[in-house]
């Protein structure tokens, strides 16, 4: 059994039931007075290592790790000072550094947790649990992830454009960490460079009444703008049009939405109107780059030309009801 948890450690596939195996082994060696206790030792390390590591592989806008601990109270948690420690609204600092596409795999499983008033380099915003029985595969996770994180961006801060310039990340469980039990996805905002100085969560105390009104009647299209897969057309065309389609549904709600908004103040009903036309039209060419079957296609619908993309009315609006003007924030998926 020492000798089995040893070979089996080394192979990423079976390393849980080395690591399973080593511990048994440990556990009955003293009994049976047999040799085999550093085989059994060696096993349950590397066993343990390659687990560790096969669930924290990360790529930008998609971290293939679980966090289990997220609802658990932190000052009885095995992974406190790790990512496995972190939970929704965390400020924290990675170990290995905001993850990048050059550098895909983590070399530090350490997470300093501090008070959001402090720099700190990620913030945790929310998490959900994935369902069914078998491997989904990573794609699949991902392409769930890129659409049920941008929902709780929005609940976090619902007027993203005033965000400063951050990219989106998350966590989530490969093949290993499933058969682990690991379900839970981790979603985490962090500047691509620097660090933050403050939480971003934001309160809708701060905003009026006419500022509500318009941020709530954009948030179907923000969500669906903020869902943008990490992949391009050229990698991921199914999950490029799929995007499309979320937006085109996102942008003709955020138009219907303004259009019956009535806490806006008078002055913002025209700019309203305007933006509420802009959005229904670039809805219709969202649902024509849906329906795009072979990247070029897609791209070449894609096409905004001069002031097509909607950023002068959105411009009228926000400084008809006194919030920033676009541009101030930057989401990267």
């Given at each position: ?196 100085e403050k939480s971003l969560r934001q ?131």
């Amino acid at each position: 059994m020492a000798v089995a948890s040893l070979v089996l450690s080394l192979l990423v596939c079976l390393a849980p039931v080395g690591l399973a195996l080593g511990i048994v082994a440990l556990v009955r060696i003293p009994r049976n007075g047999k040799r085999g206790k550093g085989l059994a030792v060696a096993g349950t390390a590397v066993g343990g290592t390659v687990v560790a590591l096969s669930v924290l592989l990360v790529v930008v806008g998609g971290a293939r790790f679980d966090t289990w601990t997220v609802d658990g109270p932190r000052e009885t948690e095995a992974g406190a000072g790790t990512l496995f420690g972190l939970r929704e609204g965390d400020c924290f600092t990675p170990g290995a550094g905001v993850p990048t596409q050059g550098d895909p795999r983590l070399k530090d499983l350490s997470a300093e947790v501090v008070e959001c008033g402090e720099p700190h380099q990620g913030e945790v915003y929310g998490s959900f649990r994935l369902k069914g029985g078998g491997f989904p595969g990573t794609a699949s996770i991902a392409s769930s992830a890129y659409e049920k994180c941008a929902p709780l961006l929005h609940d976090f801060a619902l007027d993203s454009t005033a965000l400063p310039r951050v990219q989106l990340f998350f966590y989530h469980p490969d093949a290993t960490g499933w058969t682990l039990g690991n379900r839970t996805v981790l979603c985490w905002v962090g500047p691509p460079a620097g660090l933050l100085e403050k939480s971003l969560r934001q309160d809708a105390a701060d905003w009026d009444e006419g500022q509500l009104a318009y941020l709530t009647a954009l948030r179907p299209a923000s969500e669906a703008r903020a869902s943008q897969p990490g992949e391009g057309p050229e990698k991921n065309l199914a999950g490029a049009t799929a995007w499309a389609g979320r937006m085109a549904d996102g942008e003709a709600e955020s138009a219907r939405l303004l259009r019956e908004a009535d806490g806006l103040p008078a002055d913002a009903r025209d700019p309203a109107a305007e933006f509420a036309d802009r959005l229904d039209a670039l809805a219709a060419k969202m649902r024509e780059a849906s329906k795009a079957r072979t990247e070029q296609e897609f791209r070449e619908r894609m096409v905004n030309t001069g002031e097509g993309d909607g950023a002068e009315e959105e411009g009228r609006i926000r400084a008809a009801v006194g919030l920033s003007t676009p541009g101030t924030g930057d989401l990267a998926g």
